[in-house]
């Protein structure tokens, strides 16, 4: 679990740099570009191979639509890292229509290689691990844990 | 129906000879207590290392997914994928004291699909020796066969090719594994997709396994398990009382333990797990068992993550595979599996798997007696803990123990080494 933080703690350290030096913090400041960075990233490590992440795709896809409005973006991970081309190539075979980060995004997320496939991870704005789902998931599934870590409101108001 | 088959038959633990031998029979409880004694022991104390040998190797440039495999006279043989512009061909070498023979071409296609866990394996026996790959089958990516190849000694000539399943269903095929059996003939098991394509969603898939002659003609076949993990390596050896095959099962709920079946007495065993780890994941590990066999011997390591704490473990058995000890932890919490397990000509027991250290892995083995003590353990190379860099296989000749990965640092490249064990 300390290798998952690692990434997570280089980020924060170098926020309190930028504190320290420069007196103040950007609360929107973030050297990564890739695609999600800076809002709650639901972030889904795929392969081609894996029977239930292929199954789960379609219910992404719409969860990623449907809540980019209330700053959530669903991301993809290519859990064999292959070259970006094929990456793509892979990723438009299985109709995924959500970003698929490069791996050197991948690798400045800091999170471990999951055990499982599929796993999903939460991450909040500043980039913390608030979440690691294992296997295949539901929608209502993700929308819960959103809902508890307080990335989206409970609809219901329960 | 399945579940009824396997009814969770578990096998009893064994208590391990070294400690009956000192202890005599034990209250449970005291026993839990010196278990878990001994266990902080095992992975507190600090081992001897021992040396390693990084060997030349005969695959060019671009290659990866070796493997090493030795015959009963003591040859050892490495088998690699290079990979060009639009093509992969499956090689092999023989080293002679220490330098390779010019590698020999097996096959070579433009249609394979390659994988970083599901690869090529070669066979090897003194007479004969038969190697597969995988062949994209359809227009989806993921649907692919398996080929394979016989070698015949007699007449010195490679088979056609053939697909040992004859499903003819555009699916997944794959995760293969082969033991010579004897008069010239091979062991395949494999998993088989050929439920999975039905109007209802994804079915189930399967295990099968076959034996096939020097000519690649199927002498039999079986389906050994209707449900089981979808991606994880399967593995077969040989014991003193018949074949033995181990597996990541599948339950209905969900369970996804190692599972083991015997050839015996004409016909392979239901299926029983080797321990009752109670992993229950909606997804693939793609970290399949493996096992070695000598004799009556057999052993088998494992992965597992039951409530996301990942972990090697390791069981013996003394009879064949019908009785398995309790789990032995091999390592743990920082190691991603990918493991291999070998026996030593004088009954000890290897079992390699990546530990993950910051962003980079380290290549591990450990060594234990055959009642399953810890003896040492050795970091083999550290390496990348990227899917590139494949599943480290490990061989032993007498008590020689063979290493062979994946290199990442600039390019895929395979790496031999040989761990000496003997130096003090």
């Known amino acids: 679990m300390n290798a998952l933080k690692t990434g997570v703690n280089r980020q924060t350290a170098l926020q309190f740099l930028l504190v320290a030096v420069v007196g103040f913090s950007l609360p929107a400041f973030s050297s990564d570009k890739a695609p999600g960075a800076g809002k709650w990233r639901v972030v889904n490590y795929w392969s081609e191979w894996c029977a239930p992440c292929r199954i789960e795709i379609p219910m992404l896809n719409a969860l990623g639509q449907e809540l980019s409005a209330q700053g959530v973006a669903v991301v993809g991970v290519n859990f064999d890292e292959d070259p970006r081309a094929l990456t793509l190539e892979i990723a438009e075979e299985l109709e995924i229509e959500f970003p698929v980060l490069t791996n050197e995004e991948v690798a400045r997320l800091g999170l471990r290689p999951p055990d499982v496939l599929p796993t999903t991870y939460l991450l909040s704005p500043d980039g913390e691990v608030v979440a690691k789902l294992i296997g295949m998931q539901t929608d209502a599934e993700i929308r819960e844990q959103l809902v508890m870590k307080g990335a989206l409101f409970d609809e219901d108001g329960d | ?315 013996v058995s003394t009879d064949s595979g019908e009785h398995f000890s309790a789990p032995i932890r091999v390592s743990g919490p920082d190691t991603i599996g990918r493991i291999d397990t070998a026996i030593l000509a004088n009954g000890q027991v290897a079992v390699s798997w990546l530990d993950t250290s910051d962003e980079a892995a380290q290549l591990t083995v450990s060594r234990f007696s055959a009642g399953g003590s810890l003896i040492d353990t050795t970091v083999v190379a550290r390496t990348s803990a990227s899917r590139r860099s494949g599943f480290p296989i490990m061989e032993t000749i007498g008590d020689d123990l063979f290493v062979t990965w994946t290199d990442i640092s600039e390019g895929p490249e395979v790496r031999v080494a040989r761990v000496d064990f003997a130096s003090p």
């Not at chain 2, 440039?61 to 493997?67: D, H």
């Not at chain 2, 096959?107 to 394996?121: C, L, R, T, Y």
């Not at chain 2, 190849?149 to 293969?176: L, M, N």
């Not at chain 2, 394509?197 to 079986?222: D, N």
Request: hydrophobic share 40%.
């Open chain 2, 1 to 315: 129906m399945k579940d009824a088959v396997k009814e969770r038959a578990i096998l009893r633990p064994l208590i391990s000879e070294a400690s009956t031998a000192k202890y005599g029979a034990i209250p449970g409880a005291c026993r839990r207590l010196l278990a878990g004694v001994v266990s902080a022991w095992v992975l507190l104390t600090p081992a001897h290392a021992a040396d390693v040998e990084l060997l030349p190797s005969p695959a060019a440039k671009n290659s990866s997914l070796s493997r090493v495999v030795s015959d009963k006279s003591g040859n050892l043989y490495l088998s690699w994928v290079t990979q060009t512009e639009g093509s992969a061909s499956l090689y092999y070498s023989t080293l002679n004291e220490t330098r390779w023979s010019e590698p020999q071409l097996v096959s070579q296609g433009e249609d394979w699909f390659i994988n970083w866990a599901d690869f090529p394996v070669l066979s090897v026996s003194a007479e004969n020796k038969a190697a597969h790959w995988l062949r994209m089958s359809a227009e989806g990516s993921y649907d692919y066969d398996i080929d394979a190849r016989f070698y015949d000694a007699q007449t010195d000539s490679w088979s056609d090719t053939i697909t040992p399943h004859k499903d003819g269903v555009s699916a997944e095929h794959g995760f293969v594994s082969m033991l010579p059996v004897g008069n010239g003939n091979t062991l395949m098991s494999w998993l088989d997709g050929r439920n999975t394509k039905t109007e209802a969603g994804y079915g189930e898939m399967t295990l099968r396994a076959g034996i096939f002659s020097a000519r690649g003609e199927t002498l039999s076949e079986w389906e050994l398990d209707a449900r089981v993990c979808d991606c994880c390596q399967t593995g077969a050896a040989m014991s003193a009382a018949g074949p033995v095959i181990v597996y990541r099962d599948r339950s209905g709920g969900e369970i996804r333990d190692i599972y083991i079946t015997r050839y015996a007495n004409g016909d392979w065993t239901p299926p029983v797990a080797i321990h009752d780890d109670q992993w229950e994941i909606a997804g693939c590990p793609v970290n399949g068992p493996s096992v070695a066999a000598q004799g009556d011997f057999v052993a088998v390591g494992w992965f597992t993550a039951k409530d996301d704490s990942p972990k090697v473990q390791l069981a």
